[in-house]
């Protein structure tokens, strides 16, 4: 076996040498070191230009050590004389990114399942797997981490074995560490992965799973060929759309983009348009010929549906349209993120998101901050509710601020099926958890003699949040979970408004359960009283449910004459006191008399969920 980078760069490669396969694990068995290994040992990164992660590109997936964005990069291989290509494609293995994995696994006919040989299968190893698994792929399991002195791949091979059904020596061993077992790893995938099949001869059909934008070449999509060829210069058609576009490049990634001549079937690559707008080139839309074109377009895939909701403002209502600007560039990144205009008395214009979980959230606004330079105030994060008023009316709600005044006849709620792994002596200690937060037990196994698990039925608003952190301190890190969206429920709701001097601030409203409502309004209020400065006359910050009060606490009065200190004299100084108290103003939002500072609203709403940086695992 040996390199052979040239073959990597010619396009129209036979079907027959082609093999598109992507890993998948739960989140930090070592993915992307793995794909690391694979970079150097088939020579398409060299030692000196190797960096960790190197297919992490965004600041954040290398700072947080995550992978957040699928990427794909082509390598060559040869089994004794035949020389082949790979298109591997990375995936991220955090729940909330479980779309991107479904998305990369439609561009692949084999999945490398890899397991860390010192911990065994995850949560999201099953989830992932059993994605894998629907979408008919190849299977091959692969122990990770073999040269840990921990490692105890004799037992999880057995693990593996039993739960897809193969013999424990059919296994791997491999440490992406060393790089001990990757090259027979990379023989394994060509022989046991199919070659992608499709027809040269019928028109073009490319599916596309990714799309970025890019602020020098503009939209870059990323496609892969399923039937005939994609070649520059020649106009292309979106099938969903039947938008038009010339085509103005089209290459490969080998790991950087590399213009070709073409795509052929099976291959995998990417093209520019020269498109401007974001929106005209979505993910799961097929490509064409825009002449005598495909008339049927491939299975698109599932559109993600947001769980969790939450409004972003600029802290300087200027911004606003720069906001609107970013977002629109981020979607086209990111086909799960939705948002919508909204006002807030409190916030000014912003707009109303929805992510697929907390850390979507969290890394959207992290983004929204570092690549467009934007300051951001974000408020609580809620689920999707679905109630029925009394004349039999039914409304989504997806912002407290619109939950209907007056009696409801039912409300619901999202649910969960969620399944954790843990070792079984956390069992007790994991179903009080569960049981706390209303879950009920579906159903318990043994992995093994020592570990089980275990599948349960939780509302997501419960999940959502802190949940995991709690999992983890209680079962010492030892627990990892997985959830998936499962209906709804009958569920006993209310909106806990808060008021500042009886008028209600709505970027502080939540719905709760009614079992909760009583702390979120004690929590806010004793909150507002430590984050709001005093001021001239006293002001009453409660909670209530409709026009009940259930909480209260009081902004003690003060009277703040800048002057006071420099009477006589100095008018030049005088004037810039005055002056700095004006600065000062500007920064405060005013709520009925009262002045609030934006620093007030940004910690009063970022102290609890958001502040916990969720890392599922
Ligand atoms: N000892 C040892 N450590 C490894 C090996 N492979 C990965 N690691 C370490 O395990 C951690 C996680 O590895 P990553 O490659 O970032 O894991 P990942 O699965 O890509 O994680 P996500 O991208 O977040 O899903 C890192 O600290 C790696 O250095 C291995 O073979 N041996």
């Known amino acids: 076996m040996s390199s052979i980078p040239s073959f990597a760069d010619t396009t129209f490669t036979d079907p027959a040498r082609i093999r598109n396969f992507c890993i998948i694990a739960h989140i930090d068995h070592g993915k992307s070191t793995l794909a690391d290994r694979m970079l150097q040992l088939t020579g398409v990164v060299d030692a000196r230009a190797m960096r960790a992660q190197y297919l992490d590109r965004m600041d954040i997936e290398r700072e947080r050590g995550i992978t957040i964005k699928a990427q794909n990069v082509r390598l060559p291989w040869k089994v004794g004389d035949e020389e082949y290509v790979l298109h591997l494609i990375d995936t991220p293995g955090h729940v909330d990114f479980t779309y991107e994995v479904s998305r990369a696994l439609e561009a692949c006919e084999g999945a490398v399942l890899l397991v860390d040989a010192a911990q065994g299968i995850e949560a999201q190893t099953l989830a992932n797997l059993y994605l894998a698994m629907d979408k008919e792929l190849e299977i091959i399991p692969v122990l990770n981490k073999i040269d840990l002195p921990a490692a105890d791949p004799d037992r999880y091979a057995e693990e593996i074995a039993h739960i897809i059904g193969c013999e424990a020596d059919d296994v791997l061993r491999v440490s992406g560490k060393t790089g001990e077992g990757v090259g027979p790893l990379l023989d394994r995938v060509i022989e046991r992965v199919p070659a992608p099949v499709g027809d040269p001869d019928a028109p073009a059909r490319a599916m596309i799973f990714d799309s970025v934008y890019d602020t020098y070449r503009g939209v870059v999509t990323y496609i892969r060929v399923v039937d005939g060829k994609i070649v520059p210069r020649e106009k292309i058609a979106m099938m969903s759309t039947g938008a038009t576009h010339e085509l103005l490049e089209v290459g490969i990634v080998s790991p950087e983009p590399k213009p070709s001549k073409g795509l052929g079937v099976g291959e995998v690559g990417y093209l520019i348009t020269g498109v401007k707008d974001v929106r005209q080139s979505k993910v799961g839309d097929t490509v064409t010929s825009a002449r005598k074109g495909a008339t049927e377009p491939l299975t698109g895939y599932q559109e993600p549906r947001p769980m969790v909701y939450s409004g972003l403002y600029p802290v300087d209502g200027s911004d606003y349209p720069d906001l609107r600007e970013a977002l629109d560039k981020l979607q ?114 043994y992995l093994s003699e020592s570990r089980v698990e275990l599948r349960y039925t939780l509302p997501m608003a419960e999940i959502i949040f802190d949940f995991f952190d709690s999992l983890k301190s209680r079962t010492r890190g030892y627990a990892s979970l997985d959830y998936e969206e499962a209906g709804e429920q009958l569920a006993d709701l209310v909106k806990v408004d808060i008021l500042l001097q009886g008028e209600a601030v709505d970027a502080f409203s939540a719905i709760v359960h009614r079992d909760a409502a009583q702390a979120y309004g004690n929590k806010m209020t004793v909150k507002l009283k430590e984050l709001i400065p005093r001021q001239q006359f006293e002001v009453p910050v409660q909670a209530a449910i409709g026009s009940k009060v259930i909480a209260r606490e009081n902004i003690r009065a003060i009277r703040k004459d800048v002057l006071a200190k420099c009477y006589g004299g100095d008018i030049s100084r005088k004037r810039k006191l005055l002056e700095k108290q004006k600065e000062g103003k500007k920064r405060m939002k005013t709520i009925g008399r009262v002045d609030v500072p934006q620093e007030a609203f940004v910690a009063a709403l970022s102290s609890d969920a958001s502040a916990d940086k969720p890392k599922g695992r």
Not at 385 to 396: L, T
Not at 398 to 415: A, F, H, M, Q
Not at 419 to 438: D, K, N, Y
């Open 332 to 445: 086209l990144n990111d086909a799960a993120l939705t948002y919508e205009p909204e006002t807030s008395v409190a916030l000014g214009f912003g707009f109303r998101c929805g992510f697929l979980g907390l850390l979507h959230m969290e890394i959207t606004r992290e983004r929204l901050q570092r690549e467009f330079g934007l300051d951001l105030i974000s408020t609580a994060p809620n689920v999707v509710y679905r109630v029925v008023g009394e004349d039999g009316r039914e409304q989504i709600v997806t912002n407290p601020s619109d939950w209907p005044d007056g009696k409801l006849r039912e409300t619901y709620e999202p649910i969960t099926k969620t399944t954790i792994i843990a070792p079984s002596e956390f069992v007790g200690t994991i179903m009080e958890l569960c049981q706390s937060r209303r879950g009920e037990l579906g159903g318990m196994d």
